[in-house]
């Protein structure tokens, strides 16, 4: 018993030693409060805030001045071009882009494509473009069943609904 | 086939994740994130909201529709509501998880650091998502712009759930 008693107080003085508060923990405790307050403000937040700012200010600006220049436009101006002809199992397919040059938008636009031999019409085709959006090119393509490069192609849009 | 499969997958996979968030249990640590989240995990979450609903919408026909009908005053009056939307979805309504802005920071510098950036983030995606489905091929830049717009309402809102929810 005697031998088992006399080391006892030796662990227990330790453990008070061990649970003692040191000073550190209250330290870190303040500073992580005080950088808590500090972070809403750091420099590069600033900076990513002028850019995003900067930006939508620029496309308002585009927009307003955009705004500005459409009104009253016809979808009027649009140009048609062929880019190439193939020979397909159902006839010669002439591949075209089209480009719109106004700020108006055309919806279901149609362009009617025609070989002609002098005056007479040897064949006619349509194609439709669901939108065509301003400053905005398509593309599409006529199938026709006589061969294009004997006869003079035509494309021309022939009409279209406002959206 | 697999392309439709990836796709989908992308917002289920957002909305498992904010079904895990909301019907899962709340421990206090996922409480405790909310409270010390930094500034760039802040515009993270804006940018998954933004995905979420902007990958919903983006695919439609109606978005490129809308944005062929409006004109740019229109829009330019969509894009102001867009962020005043975004900023008192989070600040001014008093929504359980809304962010309570920190004593001595004011109105423009919360607005600017967190709204105006946060919609330029939700802009970048949806010109990301408008361009991963084609819109913009032979587009013009006025019409690139105005679908941008259109699209960027509903995934501003989208970001501005995203910061109350997450």
New interface residues.
């Given amino acids: 018993m005697t031998p088992q008693d006399a080391p006892a107080p030796r662990p227990k003085d330790s453990a008070t030693e061990r649970t003692r508060p040191p000073p550190q923990p209250a330290d870190r405790k303040t500073g992580r409060s005080e950088t808590?307050?500090a972070?809403?403000?750091?420099p590069l937040?600033?900076v990513?805030?002028?850019?995003?700012?900067l930006?939508?200010a620029a496309?308002?600006a585009?927009?307003?001045q955009?705004?500005l220049r459409?009104h009253g436009e016809v979808p009027g101006r649009i140009d048609i071009t062929v880019v190439e002809t193939q020979a397909s199992g159902h006839g010669h397919t002439v591949r075209f882009q089209i480009r719109?040059r106004t700020?108006a938008?055309a919806?279901t636009l149609r362009v009617r494509g025609e070989l002609r031999s002098g005056d007479r019409v040897v064949e006619a085709v349509e194609a439709e473009f669901d939108?065509l959006?301003?400053?905005?090119?398509?593309?599409g393509g006529l199938i026709f069943q006589q061969d294009p490069a004997r006869f003079e192609l035509r494309i021309i849009p022939t009409s279209y609904s406002e959206? | 086939m697999i392309g439709k499969i990836a796709l989908q997958s992308f917002p289920a996979a957002i909305g498992a994740m904010l079904a895990r968030d909301q019907l899962g249990e709340k421990s206090a640590e996922s409480m405790q994130r909310q409270d010390?989240m930094?500034?760039g995990q802040e515009l993270f979450l804006m940018a998954v909201g933004a995905l979420f609903l902007g990958l919903n919408v983006a695919p439609t026909e109606e978005m490129?529709?809308l944005s062929?009908?409006m004109?740019?005053?229109r829009?330019?009056a969509l894009?102001l509501l867009s962020?005043v939307l975004m900023h008192a979805f989070v600040y001014a309504v008093e929504l359980p998880g809304g962010s309570k802005p920190?004593g001595g920071?004011g109105f423009w510098?919360l607005f600017?650091?967190f709204t105006?950036?946060g919609?330029?983030i939700v802009?970048a995606i949806c010109l990301y998502l408008l361009w991963t489905f084609g819109r913009t091929d032979?587009?013009?830049?006025?019409?690139i712009?105005?679908a941008t717009?259109v699209l960027g309402f509903p995934c501003a809102i989208g970001a501005a759930a995203a910061r109350l929810i997450l």
Avoid: C, H, K, Q
Avoid at chain 1, 39 to 42: A, C, N, R, V, Y
């Fill in positions: 808590e307050r972070t809403p403000t750091s937040e600033w990513v805030a002028g850019i995003g700012a930006l939508i496309m308002i585009y927009m307003v955009y705004g459409e719109n700020t938008t919806a939108y959006p301003p400053y905005s090119e398509r593309f959206p | 010390s930094t500034y490129v529709l062929y009908m004109d740019p005053w829009e330019i894009l962020l920190p920071v510098s600017l650091r105006v950036v919609y330029v802009l032979g587009t013009g830049l006025a019409e712009i105005s717009v």
